[in-house]
């Protein structure tokens, strides 16, 4: 059988392959979108009071600004809910007022900002949360030091060095015990459980230098959902402090793998973004590929082989039901979202040749966008849909190109050495992910979309299917290993390159699509 997995193949091969209509061009890729609702929707209070006392003045933000950085005004909350009864006394407004940008000025902060990596992180202290569930409470905690630690842009302090035991959030911190070991910043949190078995957590965010409150809020979630309060909490101290929208409330699709490499089982399979809850979507009996999210709806678009037929379905996460789309014997690669989740583009086989197509699906009919004689493959819209981005050997080698989204105004972006594959548009618009081949060397990089600024994130023997987190600042892609025994493994890394880590997994896993923050 054809190699389903490497756009790298020969040119010769590949048109041969699709000629002999032997089996369609795959290549792996990936977008963010959806993920599996919860049995309740999480709530947050924006409106918690920092205790009587709290201090004013702002380090962080004064640092900021001497080092020139802009700073924004506050995100508002993504959920509402009612207020966590009456706060503390006094005080300014537990929203924080202004926060970080990109990075700290100060010796010992953050330096520089999220595009340039950092030489620093900003050292944190995060003790354990009180509660009725003690094991709880410090499991909250636990991943939300875990969270902030894989960004690499936070230190989180030993907890052996803690000299203060936090018994109430809602009491003053002894801040110099905390300037004593090094922390800048200070997140003190409470989870409890109500009657009706709803979880809460609440916490503090402080400036250790100058006593200010940074953030106070309070999450409600239902059922056993433990974890994502933690995300939520995790999401709103990131926030705060780099100016850059969260990503730990988010999932990720995959195609989990298991067996040898000559009898591979291929299943769809979902997770949180840091490796844990993960639940499979099918059984294994049948080929399965390429997931993509549908970034407007709770379903993800994938694409399956049976009886040798590549046939693309919707799957609603809520309930599991799945329609077929159609069957495309000539397609080369599954379908991606456009931004509204109302048309889907997709690379066509037509002849010895593939041309990209977009389908709206409401009326299910396809319209031709490119057909300059070559194999045009791998589109991926733009943030506003207006562009299209997908790659084409039309000049000899595979390239990548932007056109607009009615099929105009093609013009090629990529211009270094190489052969480059699965190019996606980052959700911001400003960069484009990509895969490259040169001499042998599987690479991960991004560019501007006008083709500027090239710049490789990693490489390793086998990387591929780049798929962007909601900000725009992290990647994941998977790693093939060599050997009979070898497979493929997650990865993350960031647009500086400077935080590369494996994302853990309980078995081989490819074909990463992330998805946005759950609303």
Request: hydrophobic residues 40%; proline residues 4%; charged residues 20%.
């Given at each position: 059988m054809t190699d389903l997995r490497s756009p790298f193949r020969g040119l010769a091969d590949l048109r041969a392959s699709l000629s002999a209509r032997l089996v369609p061009l795959l290549a792996v890729l990936t977008l963010a979108a959806l993920l599996i609702p919860f049995a309740a929707v999480a709530q947050v209070d924006d409106a918690y009071r920092p205790p009587a006392g709290a201090g004013g003045g702002g380090s962080f933000e004064q640092q900021l600004r001497q080092g020139g950085f802009d700073v924004p005004p506050p995100p508002q909350g993504d959920f509402q809910g009612p207020p966590p009864g009456p706060p503390p006394q006094g005080g300014m407004d537990g929203g924080g007022g202004q926060y970080g940008a990109d990075g700290f000025s100060a010796e010992g902060g953050l330096r520089g900002t999220q595009r340039q990596g950092t030489v620093a992180p900003i050292p944190i202290a995060i003790p354990m949360f009180v509660g009725d569930d003690p094991g709880l409470a410090a499991d909250v905690a636990h991943?939300?030091?875990?969270?902030?630690?894989?960004?690499?842009?936070?230190?989180?302090?030993?907890?052996?060095s803690f000299l203060e035991n936090i018994r109430d959030v809602n009491a003053l911190p002894r801040f110099p015990d905390w300037r004593q070991i090094g922390a800048e910043a200070l997140t003190v949190g409470r989870v409890t459980r109500s009657g009706d078995g709803r979880l809460s957590a609440e916490f503090r965010l402080w400036d250790v230098a100058t006593g200010k409150q940074l953030a106070g809020q309070r999450f409600t979630v239902g059922g056993q959902n433990w974890r994502r309060l933690a995300h939520l909490v995790a999401d709103q101290v990131y926030e705060?402090?780099?100016?850059?929208?969260?990503?730990?409330?988010?999932r990720v699709v995959f195609v989990d793998e298991t067996g040898s490499r000559e009898k591979r089982v291929k299943r769809l399979a979902i997770m949180d973004q840091d490796g844990e809850n993960v639940r499979l979507l099918t059984q294994g009996q049948e080929l399965v590929l390429t997931p993509r999210f549908n970034p407007a709806a709770n379903e993800i678009v994938y694409m399956a082989y049976t009886k040798d037929q590549p046939q693309v379905f919707l799957m609603n996460l809520e309930t599991g039901r799945r329609e077929m789309v159609g069957e495309f014997p000539g397609m080369t690669f599954a379908p991606r979202f456009s931004p509204d989740g109302q048309r889907v583009v997709m690379s066509l086989q037509s002849g010895s040749d593939s041309n990209i197509f977009e389908m709206d699906l409401r009326s299910r009919q396809p319209r031709q966008l490119t057909g300059a004689g070559s194999l045009d493959t791998s589109p991926s819209y733009a943030p506003d849909g207006r562009q299209i981005v997908f790659e084409s050997d039309r000049e000899g080698t595979q390239q990548i190109y932007v056109m607009n989204s009615d099929g105009s105004n093609v013009r090629r972006i990529s211009t270094g050495q190489g052969r480059y594959s699965t190019p996606v548009w980052s959700p911001?618009?400003?960069?484009?992910?990509?895969?490259?081949?040169?001499?042998?060397?599987?690479?991960?990089?991004?560019m501007r979309p006008d083709g500027s600024g090239e710049r490789i994130l990693t490489e390793g023997y086998h990387n591929e299917g780049p798929t962007w987190a909601p900000n725009g600042r992290v990647l994941m892609f998977f790693r093939e290993?060599?050997?009979?025994?070898?497979?493929?493994?997650?990865?993350?890394?960031?647009?500086?390159?400077?935080?590369?880590?494996p994302v853990p997994a309980a078995t081989m896993a490819s074909d990463p699509a992330w998805s946005p923050r759950i609303q």
């Open positions: 991943v939300v030091m875990a969270d902030l630690e894989r960004t690499g842009l936070f230190q989180p302090l030993d907890p052996a705060r402090l780099t100016g850059e929208v969260g990503y730990f409330d988010t911001r618009g400003d960069y484009i992910a990509f895969t490259k081949l040169l001499a042998g060397r599987f690479l991960i990089g991004v290993t060599r050997g009979a025994q070898g497979g493929p493994g997650l990865w993350s890394v960031d647009v500086t390159g400077y935080n590369e880590r």
